[in-house]
């Protein structure tokens, strides 16, 4: 009887043992860091008048510092928030907006998604996981937010001046959306040039004038211009619609400084003439001219811009005096001409 009892007493150990054994709480397995990829931490954004595309770095590596084989999808997430309920430094509240497929793409590739979807006077914010495997996600990416609101009316009347080494571009002021509502904050533009077979890129930063000057175009070359209207929406700034393109090739049109005469002397063959040179960087040559009393100004000799003299071998006949005047030209095509110098008396 002892004996038995003792054996139904090692049968109720061993169940209550088995049972605490058994009833234990099951976790997902923990995936190893090689497996896991790193964040990204490269998440950018593009913001223009239709749309704002996505930007960021698929993973090389994983959090152990291994090379990443492959990432299986990204997941995007969003959060949106009306402006009557935004808070500044409030938490995030993030919803999946969008599963991507990295089946095409590379460790170390860019990845870019186009958006479109969203209402204006919302705040807008994006991150990125990257999931490679059942329970294998990332940490989240680094954030992004901006505001997003209705788009200005684009520049019209855009125009050009044509200077020496610079073009004026002026445009009419724009105050309204795009369909013709008041817009009451300030109105910003950005201008844009590109030259051929070149893509447009800023010029600076967004002005609030009507007008610009480029400085640095080089003559006989064409330029095109863009210009977009920007307004800034809360901390946001809010791009707008962009102008036609416009067009011109600045020219050389500033002539140098015309020579100073000092003298003049008689030689057996003519009238020699002499003047100080003239300091211009584009300064081709001088031309010579000659007139009596009963004549106007005639073009008697061309000398190139090295020389600083000239002899008159045709004199006028007869006793009298005559005159004699000097001009510097450039190289510009057509030749920009210098004012007359003070004119040079000569008597026999």
């Known amino acids: 009887m002892i004996m038995l009892r003792q054996a139904i007493l090692v049968l109720i150990i061993l169940a209550t043992g088995l049972s605490v054994a058994g009833c234990g709480k099951k976790t997902p397995p923990v995936p190893p860091d090689v497996a896991i990829p790193v964040a990204v931490n490269d998440l950018e954004y593009t913001h223009t008048m239709e749309n704002v595309s996505l930007t960021w770095s698929y993973p090389k590596e994983s959090v152990a510092g291994t090379a990443l084989d492959t990432i299986g999808y990204f997941m995007l997430y969003q ?79 855009l125009k050009l001046k044509v200077g020496d080494g610079t073009l004026h571009l002026n445009w009419h002021p724009v105050s309204t959306y795009i369909g013709g509502e008041l817009l009451s904050l300030p109105m910003l533009y950005q201008v844009y040039r590109r030259t051929e077979g070149k893509e447009f890129s800023a010029m600076g930063s967004p002005i609030q004038e009507t007008r610009f000057v480029d400085r640095n175009a080089r003559n006989g070359r064409e330029y095109f211009y863009q210009v977009q209207t920007q307004h800034v929406y809360n901390d946001s700034m809010i791009p707008g619609g962009l102008s036609k393109t416009i067009s011109a090739v600045p020219s050389d049109i500033t002539p140098p400084p015309p020579p100073d005469l000092l003298s003049f002397v008689l030689v057996s063959n003519g009238v020699k003439i002499l003047w100080d040179s003239v300091s211009s960087v584009d300064l081709a040559g001088y031309k010579i001219y000659r007139r009596t009393e009963e004549t106007s100004w005639v073009l008697v000799g061309e000398i190139s811009a090295g020389a600083f003299s000239y002899v008159d071998k045709k004199t006028p006949e007869g006793e009298g005096g005559w005159y004699y005047s000097v001009t510097s030209f450039d190289r510009a095509s057509p030749p920009n001409e210098s004012s007359f110098s003070k004119q040079l008396s000569v008597t026999k």
Do not use: Q
């Open 79 to 157: 959060s949106r928030t009306s402006e009557d309920k935004y808070c500044s430094g409030c938490p995030v509240d993030f919803v999946s907006k969008l599963k991507i497929d990295s089946e095409s793409l590379s460790p170390g590739e860019k990845v870019t998604m186009r958006l479109s979807d969203f209402l204006p006077g919302y705040h807008y914010s994006f991150m990125v996981k990257s999931h490679s495997g059942w329970n294998i996600v990332s940490e989240e990416s680094n954030k992004v937010s901006f505001w997003w609101d209705h788009p200005a009316s684009e520049p019209t009347g």
